[in-house]
């Protein structure tokens, strides 16, 4: 049997099961154990007798990274357009220039013959210093899940595959292949896990990366709750799970964890191991035959895509400019920005020649060209004449002399345009930075010009947040640049220039200190073990609880032009909880030129029972605008973004009550608050059990009535206690609340029932079935309550 090369019939999941089980079924057990190890750093075993070919893939999430060789670790590859890195992409706040990118990588995958890319990474930014940052998007699960899910449809739309990485809960480099990170199952869904969710239930990824950490004491790769109950059972994901590197300990133990297929190989041993624990009964041949069939449906739907051809390098490089250009952040601008076409600019800095364009790691491309900033300035200043000045050198050494040259040559300009980057070896895989500072040298240049020339605008190259406090007050413009690949030069001059409107928004917060980040006492942790102490309080989450200033907040970004927000309004201020509500706001360009705004809804529970962050986003658009346009934006927000995790039900919860809805350009910019009621159905109910307390029944819908009834049959008893009648437990006495309603119930019932009245037994039973009758509109053999005491 031969895999077909063209089909008669179009590809689909049935087609590619039916062939893929095909296969399976005539495979040895020495075949299937052989195919879930990678052949080679990059491919799959092929397995010639049947005539399957391997599946070859490639680093990724900024471009394509084919080695030379399959056996080949080397970071030099075959060039490839070097798109803008996450940190970039981000600030676009656009799933569609997403998909863009995605599409394009697809194109340079398919003419480098690569069948799976391995990106794109979702991992939150827990703390800035995490040195892997600038391939992750944000500190928000929702902002990273819609741009994963505009990455990932791009690629696969071209029979590309996509590797969501990196399953899960890994947010440093420190001691990444040990380190056990401790967080509490809150902050795990609602902070950790739904990027990956939100990708995995809405682009459905051909293939998963796991981590290498440990996740509460267990490695991600073996971590069966994550790979197969969450993973696949909970969000139905059919693609399969890759580990990558050494991410894997145990081979059969991994495999029946749900890590189908160990890269890189070969690694005989690990076959070996895997056919030995079947053999030995330890490990069940169903689980390498699912493995494998997960891994064969891929190998099928890949092969599905003819490889080869060239693609369009020039056209890429521009798509690179254009992306790059809508991430870019003007974090401040007193007016000097857009430059004049005309006059005297000094440029300095040797960044200006000598770009940062992406970070160090596995992600590291070989780009088609380069942009050199100083050149595009060049070309884009009309009339103007360009100065430079390296002003620092490439060792970080003290360089007075430089200083002194770059100082003169802004002296004698009409402005100046200083550039500035982080080393690589702080933005690189495999290390953290230990602060969020420039380098001196740097700040002390920045200074120095701004001193001798007001007009002094500065651009940086970094990929993640950084501490502006002591410098940024001389300056009259900062650009964030982040690592924006290739075209980053041109995207500079774009938008220094104004030919491109600076339309980038913060994924993540610029705090004022390193000391302020939610992180600053449990990064990188103690040893093998870091606690996630801040739980979902990371980035505006938690500046915003505690009420801490920072230097710009999430969402920010100027632009050339500004905007209005009016009329903000929703379909309906009382909705279910299984239906959600969309939200409407008029937005104007009021300034004299085009823009684009990024219109952020955030979502504040007001009445929660459990500790919730201030507010979250839970929806966004971009919109963009002519002057003077104005547009009707329109966000929907489904049940879920009023839901939090409830840790003790295991489920998302949608609870009635107070919210507001905000709607801002900036977590800290809120233009409008809408008031509105979500009306909790009684099936929505939390769970209660006969060890609940007294407190939580009567704030439960369907338990209150019960729950009533049974104080005040208790009143007479429980008015001893006190000294007076108790009829309505909430006209009792402060003592009664302090008291009686952190009593469990079934205590409760045993504290007062009254004497030669029905048993405590008897009434925990009658208050579980007027409950069950309340949930679900009859009585019903379940159990309305699970009791944990007594059984
Ligand atoms: C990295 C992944 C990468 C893989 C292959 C791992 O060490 O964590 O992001 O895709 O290597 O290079």
Same mark, same amino acid.
């Given at each position: 049997?031969t895999?077909?090369r ?22 040895t ?59 970039s ?17 697809g ?63 890994s ?31 809405a682009a ?10 440990r ?66 009964g ?10 494998a ?14 490889k ?11 798509l ?30 040797r ?54 040259? $770059? /100082?003169? !040559? +802004?002296?004698?300009?009409? =402005?100046? #345009?200083? @550039?500035?980057?982080?080393? *690589?070896?702080?933005?690189s ?18 200074? $120095? /010009?701004? !001193? +001798?020339?007001?007009?002094? =605008?500065? #651009?940086? @190259?970094?990929?993640?947040? *950084? ?25 500079? !001059? ?44 990371i ?10 200033p ?8 100027l ?33 004299g ?38 547009r ?6 489904d049940?879920r ?7 003790r039900?295991?489920a ?39 060890m ?18 049974l ?39 045993e504290?007062?029932a ?37 059984g």
């Amino acid at each position: 049997m031969t895999l077909p090369r063209s089909r008669d019939t179009a590809p689909s999941a049935a087609n590619d099961d039916t062939i893929a089980k095909r296969y399976l079924a005539e495979m040895t057990l020495d075949e299937k154990a052989t195919l879930l190890t990678g052949d080679s750093v990059w491919t799959t075993a092929a397995v010639p007798r049947l005539g399957l070919p391997s599946l070859r893939m490639a680093d990724g999430p900024h471009g394509v990274r084919r080695t030379p060789s399959t056996g080949s670790m080397a970071f030099s590859a075959h060039a490839a357009t070097c798109f803008p890195t996450a940190s970039s992409t981000a600030a676009t706040w656009d799933p569609d220039l997403l998909r863009e990118m995605g599409e394009a990588i697809g194109r340079e995958a398919i003419a480098l013959e690569v069948d799976v890319v391995l990106g794109p990474g979702v991992n939150m930014k827990r703390s800035p210093l995490c040195g892997r940052n600038f391939e992750y998007f944000s500190e928000d699960p929702y902002l990273a899940g819609r741009l994963a899910v505009g990455w990932i449809d791009g690629i696969q739309s071209l029979g590309v595959g996509a590797s969501l990485k990196h399953l899960a809960v890994s947010n440093q480099e420190t001691r990444r292949m040990s380190v056990s990170a401790e967080v509490d199952e809150r902050a795990l869904r609602e902070i950790y896990l739904p990027a990956f969710e939100q990708a995995v239930t809405a682009a459905r990824p051909w293939t998963v990366m796991c981590s290498y950490n440990r996740i509460n004491g267990v490695y991600a790769s073996e971590h069966r709750q994550l790979l197969t109950d969450i993973l696949r059972s909970e969000w139905g994901f059919d693609g399969f799970v890759v580990s990558v590197g050494a991410a894997v300990h145990d081979r059969p133990s991994a495999l029946a964890a749900g890590t189908d297929l160990e890269m890189p190989g070969p690694r005989p041993r690990r076959v070996r191991s895997v056919i030995e624990a079947v053999h030995a009964g330890v490990l069940d041949e169903k689980v390498v035959d699912e493995a494998a069939l997960r891994v064969l449906r891929i190998i099928v739907k890949a092969s599905a895509t003819p490889k080869g051809g060239s693609f369009d390098a020039a056209a890429h490089h521009a798509l690179a400019r254009r992306i790059a250009a809508e991430g870019m952040v003007l974090l401040k601008n007193d007016g000097v920005l857009p430059l004049a076409t005309g006059g005297r600019i000094a440029v300095i800095g040797r960044a200006a020649k000598e770009p940062r364009i992406q970070g160090g790691g596995s992600s590291q491309i070989t780009p088609t060209q380069v942009d050199s900033p100083i050149d595009e300035l060049v070309r884009s200043a009309g009339g103007a004449t360009i100065f430079y000045s390296p002003g620092y050198d490439d060792e970080q050494h003290e360089r007075p002399d430089l200083v002194a040259d $770059a /100082v003169a !040559a +802004a002296a004698d300009s009409d =402005v100046a #345009v200083v @550039f500035v980057a982080l080393p *690589v070896a702080k933005e690189s895989e495999a290390g953290d930075r230990t602060d969020l500072d420039l380098v001196p040298q740097h700040v002390a240049l920045i200074r $120095a /010009v701004c !001193a +001798a020339q007001p007009r002094t =605008v500065v #651009v940086l @190259f970094n990929g993640s947040a *950084v501490v502006v406090a002591p410098w940024i007050d001389g300056a009259a413009a900062v650009l964030e640049a982040w690592l924006s690949g290739q075209a980053a030069g041109g995207a500079i !001059a774009d938008v220094l220039f104004g030919a491109t409107e600076p339309s980038g928004r913060l994924a993540e917060t610029f705090p004022l200190r390193l000391e302020d980040t939610p992180a600053y006492l449990n990064f990188p942790g103690d040893g093998d073990r870091v606690r996630y102490g801040e739980g979902v309080y990371i980035g505006y989450r938690w500046y915003e609880a505690r009420d801490l200033p920072v230097a710009f907040p999430f969402g920010h970004g100027l632009s050339y032009t500004t905007f209005r927000y009016d009329h903000a309004r929703v379909s309906t201020t009382s909705f279910a909880d299984v239906d959600g509500v969309t939200v409407f706001v008029d937005v104007t360009n009021t300034g004299g030129r085009a823009g684009s705004d990024v219109v952020q809804v955030y979502v504040r529970d007001v009445e929660a029972s459990v500790q919730r962050p201030n507010k979250e986003l839970r929806g966004f658009a971009k919109v963009r605008l002519e002057a003077g346009e104005t547009r009707t934006v329109e966000v929907r927000l489904d049940p879920r973004a009023f839901a939090f995790w409830d840790v003790r039900r295991r489920a998302w919860v949608t609870e009635g009550g107070a919210f507001e809805i905000l709607i801002g350009s900036s977590s800290a910019a809120i233009h409008a608050v809408i008031p509105v009621t979500l009306v909790e159905s009684a099936t929505n109910s939390s769970t209660l059990t006969d060890m609940s307390p007294l407190q939580d029944w009567l704030a439960d819908a369907a338990g209150r009535p019960g729950a009533l009834e049974l104080v005040q049959s208790l009143a007479p008893i429980l008015g001893g206690v006190f000294g007076k009648a108790v009829t309505d437990p909430d006209d009792l006495d402060p003592h009664f609340h302090s008291y009686f309603s952190a009593m469990p119930i079934r205590d409760l019932l045993e504290f007062a029932a009254p004497a030669g009245g029905p048993e405590p037994e008897a009434r925990l039973l009658e208050l579980a079935d007027s409950r069950r009758t309340a949930v679900s509109g009859h009585a019903s053999d379940s159990p309305a309550f699970v009791g944990t005491r007594n059984g």
